[in-house]
């Protein structure tokens, strides 16, 4: 996979990170993409990455984001992991703001990362053979809970928009990848979408055995990216074994029933 080079959104922590770690061990070229500059400092330091700053949800910081990845090489792969939930408020009660930044962060950033990068991509699929997108969506973006309609409904639009935006790019070569985690437990993800809240994040995975961590996703990620150029893998659905539904989560250890 050598000079193949990934933009990989959402590396400051959790899926991102792990994944920008995951396509560096594999010996891509990568860039990192999240708003906290020490972080990503950090992890550049760490993994030869390469790193740079920007809020996703300022359209004028894009521009500026795209015109630095224009000028320091081909992109072969977008990997849009940023974003994230916001509040877990009834329909009625809802925070506009929270819904603006969930719509602002999963779905239009999205569009944004996608219209700035694929002229890159499609220089890069012409010398290269393929270019790829990669998009982390959720289970979230399959069904409906009580107390997700915001994080339900960004993530369902984000969804449609990977799924529109293959059917556009149809006849091209580039992948439109999307991968669904159920849950992953991650260091800020609830934390965040619990207003900060520590205890009531930790109590979310409270006696779950083994739920998904951040490098497991990030595996399916690299599996996705460096399957062979013709072989789309339209949509991985994962989730810990524990979570067998998205309301069907069994606390405690897994054992089986019996044994003959
Ligand atoms: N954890 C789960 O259970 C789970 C399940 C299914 C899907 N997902 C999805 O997977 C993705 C990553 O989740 P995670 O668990 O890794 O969460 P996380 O640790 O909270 O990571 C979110 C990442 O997005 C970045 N980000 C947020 N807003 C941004 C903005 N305006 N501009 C640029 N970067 C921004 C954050 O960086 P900065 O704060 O530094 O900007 C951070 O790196 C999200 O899209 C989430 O919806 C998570």
Redesign the pocket.
Known sequence: MANRRAVV?????????ATVRALRSSGWDVIG????ED?LSALAAETGASAIA????NPEAVDALIAELEKSGPVHALVQ?????RGTDRVEDASIDDWQWMFD??VL?TQRLVAGLLPSLRRAAAADGHADTLF?????AQTAYAGGAGYNAA?AAEAMLVRVLRQELNGEPIRVVEVA????H?????L?RLGGDAVAAEAVYSGVEAPLL?DDVADVIRYALESPGHVNLDLITMRPVAQSAQHLLARGPLRVRSID
């Not at 993409?33 to 906290?36: E, H």
């Not at 982390?136 to 979230?140: D, K, P």
């Open positions: 959104t959402g590396a400051s922590s959790g899926i991102g990170a993409v999240a708003r906290r972080r920007c809020d996703l949800t992991v940023a974003g994230g939930a962060a999963n950033a982390v969506t959720s289970t979230a993530k985690p159920g849950m992953v991650t260091e800020e993800f609830t965040n951040a």
